[in-house]
């Protein structure tokens, strides 16, 4: 007998086929994009993991960077170094491999009569940090070798379709020099191809790097043969580093080993440096960061769309077990135990379930996967060397949504079981009578909004759990809505000036003196290093000429203040702003005074105010404070005009290094354009699964009164009168709803942004008043889009047959 239930079962879910396909599609979606994500992070992170070995294929990625911030070592002073850290070596477990160094310079290219900011490497043919030539098509050449020759990299290639024998032309400070194209590769700098201090990738003639013989650097630059101001550290083996986005060290010796440097170095007379390990070189951990945050991300992913599958789940198998009743109450009278009647309202959902995953996990080894891959390729521009994943993300993920479906049919396979025969005979489980207190307080209202209070509550358990229906439907929407809108804000770039001009030391009065030529306005850049007293990760510090906010527009770099106030120039203690990221992190606040370290200097400040909107960790001080501790007066110029600036080519020879805010406009609208395709596909299916799960949860509502509004109707009732009822409900319905949509998803995406955020990547959820609307609205407009539905249902009831059953 059980097996009858069971099969009528199944034959009333193949009645509702368009509910039955919108079901497994959620389920499959949600498997397809977790075995997508989980493939993407898998094979991405095998890929990093061999690219950075010492072996042939590798580039023996170094383990400590040691940088001169204020300027370039000669080789008599890098060759004591590298002895220095030999003598120091205070590990008798992690054993010093090589110490090489390097020199790293800004300065621009020239292509098609256009320049661009770029960064040049000396590299010859060394140990550390090799250019990458992978086996694919993107490389091919070899090592510049000769002082006029180059290795551009491949993003650069790419975008400016340059090729091997090409000639570009080259500026780092001392005058334009032309270099040959022997080869197109990689370098670990610039796996994420983005300018220094940036997170956008860089669009295509914005931004160049070039690998060149340490001679050929040399050259270009006018400077001594050996010089340096990078110092590259390789360890044998590949030792555990100090994460960014956990709480634990997991590299407590390499950190004793960095600690101990930089003490060592520190003592040295007019030495200044910044040392770090791996988590400080901003590709390796943005890269980094971003897998991680993949890994984390695809179980909530698929967990989310499941649940969703699992509410639709549910309300149809409530809903068949209303239909259903005196089928039950029959079975239960004839002696059917009741675990036989549950067996088929748990055996649906996994036949459902189960074959949503079946699907899913096709599409997504198959199609999704491959596909996240190959936009990695179009947006990082890395070659994908490894086309396989671990089987071990399909177990992961198809056991989230078996586990989810399964859940969802307990209840109504309970409740089936616990169906009372002469209740269900009697019609009593279709009757729920409001309490007298509600009677009492809705009987001096008007006759149609007193039915439609009652009705609305009668069954506070099923009215609450239809709140929670609606407004987990927008979830999936909602949190995306929420995300990209404050990621845009973030990754805008600063509308206060039109150029950043970056220059060698003392070199801003020939920028200002073309500045006054030009009649275009100026302010004065200091950026520095930074770092916490006694930990490696590091601060991008900012020397700013006006420290303003954004409102004032007093300031070509205006800062948004949270909370405290902008800092006094030259305080007893210096006075700075620190980001809410760093408060997050090192839980600083205002009026603390802290120990920081610019190079080797320690430093107290006072924070006086909060500043948001950064993604990096990031500290304002006054310029003339900053210049006064570093012994460096600026960085870089800031430029504005009311009319469009143009960038000749006395400026350009002025500078090491120009970027435009029209630049990053465009590298911004790039990858925005990129991911349009991707947003607005997960927009349109949060739409889908929501009207889904509304469509549902509402029909169900309707449904369950069918009985009440009969009786209503037999009464005499007028339709329009039953209509403004309805309307009125699902009003109430919706605007409830709708409140829950938007805290549950400010809640998913706050949830999804802790997964990833880390102290190299932060930023908050701070919800708009038009997001809130466009959530709650849409809740609204499809709840009162379906009561011409009810309607309809009122309109065709069958009252002879209704009144059979009152009668009975």
């Known amino acids: 007998m059980s097996m009858l239930l069971t099969k009528r079962l199944m034959r009333s879910l193949w009645r509702t086929k368009l509910r039955l396909f919108a079901v497994v599609m959620m389920v499959t979606i949600g498997v397809f994009a977790g075995i997508s994500f989980g493939m993407y992070a898998n094979v991405i992170t095998d890929m990093y993991d061999e690219t950075y070995l010492d072996d042939e294929d590798g580039v023996n990625l170094p383990d400590i960077w040691i940088k001169n911030p204020v300027g370039n070592w000669n080789q008599t002073t890098s060759d004591s ?58 490389c091919s050449g070899r090592l510049a070798e000769s002082a006029d020759e180059i290795v551009i990299d491949y993003h650069v290639a790419k975008g400016l379709e340059i090729q091997l024998n090409d000639t570009v032309s080259l500026i780092a400070g001392h005058g334009k020099v032309d270099y040959n194209v022997v080869g197109i590769g990689l370098h670990s700098n610039h796996f994420y191809f983005a300018e220094p201090g940036s997170i956008i990738p860089a669009e295509a003639g914005t931004f160049a790097t070039g690998y060149l013989s340490a001679e050929g650097l040399e050259k270009l630059a006018n400077v001594s043969s050996g010089t340096s101001n990078t110092i590259l550290v390789d360890i044998k083996g590949t030792p555990s580093y100090n994460l960014l986005s956990t709480d634990k060290n997991e590299g407590p010796e390499l950190e004793s080993i960095i600690q101990n440097l930089t003490l060592s170095l520190g003592n040295l007379e007019d030495i200044s440096v910044i040392i770090h390990d791996r988590s400080g070189q901003e590709s390796v951990e943005f890269l980094r960061a971003d897998v991680e945050g993949a890994k984390k991300t695809y179980p909530y992913v698929t967990g989310m769309i499941v649940v969703i599958a699992g509410v639709t789940i549910f309300l149809s198998l409530q809903r068949l077990i209303q239909s259903q009743a005196k089928e039950i109450a029959v079975l239960r009278t004839l002696g059917i135990p009741r ?20 699907i899913g996990v096709l599409l997504g080894w198959y199609v999704g996967g491959p596909g996240m891959l190959g936009f990695y390729e179009e947006i990082i521009g890395l070659p994908i060397l490894l086309d396989t994943a671990s089987s071990s993300i399909i177990f992961e993920n198809v056991i989230i949504a078996m ?29 729920r009578i409001s309490s007298r207190s509600i009677q009492k307080l809705t009987a001096k209202l008007p006759a149609t909004l007193g039915l439609t209070i009652r009705s609305s509550i009668r069954k506070p358990i099923r009215l609450a759990f239809t709140f929670f229906a609606l407004g987990l439907s927008m979830v999936l929407f909602g949190t995306m809505l929420m995300m990209m809108g404050s990621m845009e804000d973030i990754f805008s770039p600063n509308d206060g000036y039109d150029a950043q001009i970056f220059i060698p030391p003392d070199g801003e009065e020939e920028i200002i003196n073309w500045a006054n030529t030009n009649n275009v306005e100026y ?90 909107g950064e993604m990096q960790r990031t500290i304002y001080f006054h310029r003339a404070d900053l210049s006064q501790i570093v012994g460096i007066n600026t960085t870089s110029v800031l430029l504005s005009s009311s009319e469009d600036i143009t960038i000749d080519s006395e400026l350009e020879e002025l500078s090491i290094g120009i970027t435009t805010t029209e630049d990053l406009r465009k590298s911004m609208d790039t990858i925005m354009e990129q991911q349009q395709g991707i947003l607005y596909s997960m927009n349109a299916l949060g739409l889908l699964m929501a009207f889904a799960v509304l469509f549902n949860t509402l029909v169900m509502n309707i449904a369950e009164r069918d009985f009440e509004l009969s009786t209503l109707r037999v009464l ?13 409900e699902h009003l109430f319905i919706g605007f409830i709803g709708g409140i829950i949509a ?67």
């Open 81 to 138: 170094l590298c002895k220095l850290i030999e003598e120091e070596w205070s590990s008798n477990t992690l054993k010093l491999e090589n110490c090489e160094s390097r020199l790293i310079l800004s300065g621009l290219m020239y292509h098609a009569n256009e320049s661009m900011s770029a960064i040049w490497h000396g590299i010859d043919e060394g140990n550390i940090d090799r250019v990458w030539f992978p086996k694919h098509d993107c």
């Open 339 to 358: 675990a036989s009647i549950m067996q088929g309202y748990i055996i649906a959902p996994l036949v459902i379930g189960g074959f949503g995953s079946l």
């Open 403 to 431: 586990i989810i479906v399964f859940f969802s049919g307990i209840r109504p396979a309970w409740q089936a079981s616990r169906l009372q025969p002469l209740e269900v005979f009697r019609g009593k489980n279709e009757i």
């Open 523 to 612: 302010e004065l850049l200091l950026q520095y290093p930074g770092t916490p007293q006694g930990d490696n990760r590091q601060f991008l510090i900012y020397g700013l000429d006006k420290i303003e906010t954004k409102e004032s527009q007093l300031s070509m770099m205006g800062i948004d203040l949270k909370d405290g106030e902008l800092p006094i120039i030259s305080s007893e203690v210096f006075q700075v702003l620190i980001d809410e990221g760093t408060v997050e992190f090192l839980d600083w606040n205002i009026g603390d005074q802290e120990t920081i370290m610019l190079g080797s200097t320690q430093l107290k400040v006072e924070i006086s105010g909060i500043t948001k």
């Open 716 to 728: 005499g009732a007028p339709i329009n009168k039953l209509g403004v009822m309805l309307l009125g």
């Open 742 to 808: 938007c805290f549950a998803s400010l809640f998913m995406a706050n949830l999804m942004i802790e997964s990833f955020v880390q102290w190299a990547f932060y930023f908050t959820i701070e919800p708009t008043f038009s997001q809130i609307i466009t959530i709650g609205g849409i809740v609204v407009g499809m709840a009162i889009a379906l009561t011409p539905l009810g309607m309809w249902r009122i309109y065709k009831m069958n009252l002879i047959e209704k009144i059979k059953d009152i009668s009975q």
